[in-house]
């Protein structure tokens, strides 16, 4: 069964992500085990859509990709330059990763709806339509209508200075993603600070910009973070000490927020002495915690 996924989302990117992720596991959890080759194609024009799913070269039916898909067109969307009309992804085998692309331009289907043509460059407007898409409107082309797919992030960013949000998803072009499986941690420390500890572990001292595994609880919560800050409060299975390696087993929808493989390990190449330390201050920050991670090898 699926559990409800964070929507506390920062950008158009992180929703988006979401969203993807939310197809590829709908569209693995239909398919039987065992499978090769999964591939999705969603082509739509207005409200008119045809999503085909196949399993190792044979059509299968996977149920609710629809609304995703629709809200992904929302989120790509630019301004003046439309979003895209296909969108195909493969599934990795074996882990939580695809490639695929989108186009924003090629006719996703042969005939186009006059209906579904108009709705299209009604809700999402642009400079230059194809000529396939003139081709099958009724009618002359539509005043655009003014669109705020992803204005909520806009202003969460503008409440913070000059910053700049990410640009939207794309619209023409690769997609993919591929989920860390491994680190290297060479540099460890450790704080504590009004109620607040943790615990991080990196690649390089000294470099901000370095891989990360952060862990830090503060009264009965945790928080399990990598890159950029982006993590989880929940969802972390278990915590494993293997000799010089430290192995997470995490929920899906845990793996995707830290854009990690289910199991992540990290590989602990730190100075002689630091392990020890490490045995004994990281289930001190886990023990107390509501829902704590399994610990074992500690």
């Given at each position: 069964?699926?559990?409800?996924?964070?929507?506390?989302?920062?950008?158009?990117?992180?929703?988006?992500?979401?969203r993807?992720?939310?197809?590829?596991?709908?569209?693995?959890?239909?398919?039987?085990?065992?499978?090769?080759?999964?591939?999705?194609?969603?082509?739509?024009?207005?409200?008119?859509?045809?999503?085909?799913?196949?399993?190792?070269?044979?059509?299968?039916?996977?149920?609710?990709?629809?609304?995703?898909f629709?809200?992904?067109?929302?989120?790509?969307?630019?301004?003046?330059?439309?979003?895209?009309?296909?969108?195909?992804?493969?599934?990795?085998?074996?882990?939580?990763?695809?490639?695929?692309?989108?186009d924003?331009?090629?006719?996703?289907?042969?005939?186009?709806?006059?209906?579904?043509?108009?709705?299209?460059?009604?809700?999402?407007?642009?400079?230059?339509?194809?000529?396939?898409?003139?081709?099958?409107?009724?009618?002359?082309?539509?005043?655009?209508?003014?669109t705020?797919?992803?204005?909520?992030?806009?202003?969460?960013?503008?409440?913070?200075?000059?910053?700049?949000?990410?640009?939207?998803?794309?619209?023409?072009?690769?997609?993919?993603?591929?989920?860390?499986?491994t680190?290297?941690?060479?540099?460890?420390?450790?704080?504590?600070?009004?109620?607040?500890?943790?615990?991080?572990?990196?690649?390089?001292?000294?470099?901000?910009?370095?891989?990360?595994?952060?862990?830090?609880?503060?009264?009965?919560?945790?928080?399990?973070?990598?890159?950029?800050?982006?993590?989880?409060?929940?969802?972390?299975?278990?915590?494993?000490?293997?000799?010089?390696?430290?192995?997470?087993?995490?929920?899906?929808?845990?793996?995707?927020r830290?854009?990690?493989?289910?199991?992540?390990?990290?590989?602990?190449?730190?100075?002689?002495?630091?392990?020890?330390?490490?045995?004994?201050?990281?289930?001190?920050?886990?023990?107390?915690?509501?829902?704590?991670?399994?610990?074992?090898?500690?």
């Open positions: 069964m699926m559990t409800k996924r964070n929507r506390n989302w920062r950008s158009r990117n992180d929703e988006a992500h979401a993807l992720m939310e197809i590829c596991d709908l569209t693995r959890t239909t398919a039987a085990p065992g499978w090769s080759r999964l591939t999705v194609r969603h082509a739509q024009v207005g409200p008119y859509a045809l999503t085909t799913v196949t399993r190792d070269g044979r059509e299968i039916t996977v149920e609710g990709t629809a609304e995703p629709q809200r992904l067109r929302e989120l790509s969307y630019r301004e003046d330059a439309g979003t895209w009309f296909t969108c195909e992804l493969e599934l990795s085998p074996g882990g939580r990763g695809y490639t695929g692309r989108v924003s331009t090629a006719p996703p289907f042969g005939d186009v709806p006059p209906s579904a043509a108009l709705a299209e460059l009604t809700a999402f407007p642009r400079e230059e339509p194809p000529g396939w898409l003139l081709d099958a409107l009724p009618t002359a082309v539509p005043f655009g209508l003014s705020a797919y992803g204005d909520r992030y806009d202003r969460w960013y503008a409440h913070f200075g000059d910053r700049r949000p990410p640009a939207p998803p794309p619209i023409t072009g690769e997609l993919a993603y591929r989920p860390a499986t680190m290297t941690a060479r540099a460890y420390g450790h704080d504590q600070d009004r109620g607040r500890r943790l615990v991080c572990l990196t690649a390089q001292a000294d470099d901000p910009g370095a891989d990360h595994l952060l862990v830090t609880s503060h009264r009965e919560g945790y928080w399990v973070a990598r890159q950029d800050m982006r993590g989880t409060r929940e969802g972390v299975r278990s915590i494993t000490l293997d000799g010089t390696v430290l192995r997470l087993e995490l929920t899906p929808e845990a793996a995707d830290l854009e990690t493989e289910s199991v992540f390990e990290v590989r602990l190449d730190l100075p002689p002495g630091t392990l020890g330390e490490l045995r004994t201050v990281l289930p001190g920050i886990l023990r107390s915690v509501d829902r704590a991670p399994e610990l074992i090898g500690f």
